[in-house]
């Protein structure tokens, strides 16, 4: 089997603080109507932006990734919060994790409550001894002093539709938000949250939530935040082997991503991308699908792009 080619973009490092996100891939931009691709870029743009100001008043990554993702949770143009995927029951359970440099990390999944489930995946690791926890209660996460909402607050017509109109979860596939960023401190993290798949079980977990597969951050190599075939992701640890890459395999980051890509998921039959920023503030967005909704600023104002 032929992988399918890996779409790349490559900034080189400024040595200052950097932001990158990415609100799905699998979308095929031939597919959205000028109004809808409209609304995901201007969402794009916001999300990089609320990243970036977190970073140029001086504030950590680990603040940029939550303020940029987010941004995304509360749109409903991406698979994650408000507009998340439905599993065959017809309700949304949510998957989120973040990570930072110095190996910290908290997740959550099959979630229910958190408007924001990145701010539940960072309760975990702020307040927790624990990194994955499964289906939160509502009083624990109102402990924690969390926005919550009702479950119908994450159903809305589009996703509803999407799964009338298929019976598995091998179509309306991806849609994951995430980003990573490295801040003037030289420190870098990663966030990602998602809705999961249309049509997916009851209980299912894909990559977002889980440390080196979904999301990982080092500060001695790199942060990454994954969308994609999240199964291949797992069984890839794809987040995790990048980073393995750079550090014992002595890669540039372009060749560890694309490789990756390339032999954990395109050779496998699956798609998907992912974002990457070094501590020294270089950055790589990546995809072998049609399209992947996303963003970045390195200081020169935000840039978004879809196809």
């Known amino acids: ?12 490092a400024t040595g200052g603080p950097a932001i990158a996100l990415h609100g799905g891939a699998g979308v095929d931009p031939a597919s959205l109507t000028k109004e809808q691709a409209a609304a995901a870029r201007e969402a794009l743009a916001a999300a990089t932006g609320a990243g970036r100001e977190v970073l140029d008043a001086g504030g950590p990554a680990l603040d940029a990734v939550c303020a940029a993702v987010r941004v995304l949770e509360d749109s409903e143009h991406f698979n994650a919060g ?29 979630a229910t409550g958190p408007r924001n489930p ?24 109102e402990g924690w002093g969390l926005d919550l909402v009702n479950a119908d607050y994450y159903v809305t017509p589009a996703r509803l539709q999407m799964l009338a109109e298929t019976g598995s979860f091998t179509e309306y596939r991806h849609g994951t938000v995430g980003a990573v960023a490295r801040d003037a401190e030289g420190h870098v993290a990663a966030a990602t949250s998602t809705g999961g798949i249309t049509a997916q079980l009851p209980g299912r977990v894909g990559d977002t939530p889980l440390v080196g597969c979904g999301t990982w951050a080092d500060d001695a190599t790199v942060a990454i935040s994954c969308t994609g075939t999240g199964e291949l992701f797992v069984r890839g640890a794809v987040a995790h082997d990048v980073h393995a890459r750079l550090r014992w395999g002595g890669q540039t980051l372009t060749d560890a991503v694309t490789e990756a890509l390339d032999e954990l998921i395109g050779a496998r039959g699956g798609d998907g991308g992912l974002v990457a920023v070094t501590p020294a503030g270089e950055a790589v967005l990546a995809f072998n699908s049609p399209g992947m909704y996303r963003g970045h600023d390195l200081g020169d104002g935000p840039v978004t792009a879809i196809g």
């Open 1 to 12: 089997m032929t992988a399918p080619t890996v779409t790349l973009t490559h900034l080189p």
């Open 82 to 110: 408000r507009g998340a995927a439905l599993t065959t029951d017809g309700t949304a359970e949510l998957d989120a994790c973040v990570m930072t440099g110095d190996s910290r990390a908290g997740a959550v999944t099959v």
């Open 118 to 141: 990145v701010m539940a995946a960072r309760a975990v690791m702020e307040n927790t001894d624990h990194v994955l926890m499964a289906a939160p209660s509502r009083e624990l996460l």
